[in-house]
């Protein structure tokens, strides 16, 4: 059962995510896509992410811990799936030209990076991972003050690069399109 976003002002993707309990999260779709990339549906209480980004209505504030569960639809692909931190009231009109990443390649690597403005990406820290037996990840960001802990399937990569923005919204995509990822248990608190 699959069920598309639905277009009315503000789009919004609601129940496909808990935070602490009963509240949903509520995406908005990035528009800057092309307009034949896949649209993010939910698919037996699945988001499923096919190049399309959404990002988080609510803003966050650090420290905060965002944990969900990944997986590539197809075992053999190399595409991405992101998690990034974007500054409050960044347009959804267009993917975001600073943010503070999380770059999970299906292939075994991840990559924390930060990009700012019209600056070159910085990369803070790569690291080898694995998928479990059945192709997903399980994901733990701890985005602090001090720096940045991700953790993805026991294996725990830190970052001394502290998150730069007062509040912040949480962006979720992957590449390329159509390679669609499956995100389920996703949480902020």
């Not at 940045?148 to 990569?157: D, K, L, M």
Request: charged residues 20%; aromatic residues 8%; proline residues 10%.
């Amino acid at each position: 059962y699959m069920r598309p976003l639905l277009s009315v002002g503000l789009v919004a993707l609601v129940g496909c995510a808990t935070v602490l309990g009963p509240r949903s999260i509520e995406w908005n779709p990035i528009d800057a896509q092309p307009s034949d990339t896949p649209a993010p549906v939910v698919e037996e209480g699945k988001l499923v992410l096919s190049g399309r980004a959404v990002r988080s209505q609510s803003a966050y504030t650090a420290p905060v811990t965002i944990e969900c569960e990944a997986q590539p639809a197809e075992a053999s692909t190399n595409s991405c799936f992101y998690i990034d931190l974007v500054p409050e009231n960044q347009p959804t009109t267009q993917l975001p030209n600073e943010y503070l990443g999380i770059k999970l390649v299906h292939s075994g690597t991840l990559q924390i990076w930060a990009t700012r403005g019209g600056e070159p990406t910085y990369l803070i820290k790569p690291a080898a991972i694995r998928a479990d037996a059945d192709g997903r990840y399980k994901i733990i960001v701890q985005a602090r003050l001090d720096g940045i802990i991700v953790q993805v399937n026991n294996e725990t990569v830190r970052g001394d690069y502290p998150v730069p923005y007062g509040k912040f919204t949480i962006e979720l995509r992957t590449f390329p399109p159509p390679n669609p990822w499956r995100v389920d248990s996703f949480s902020v608190h």
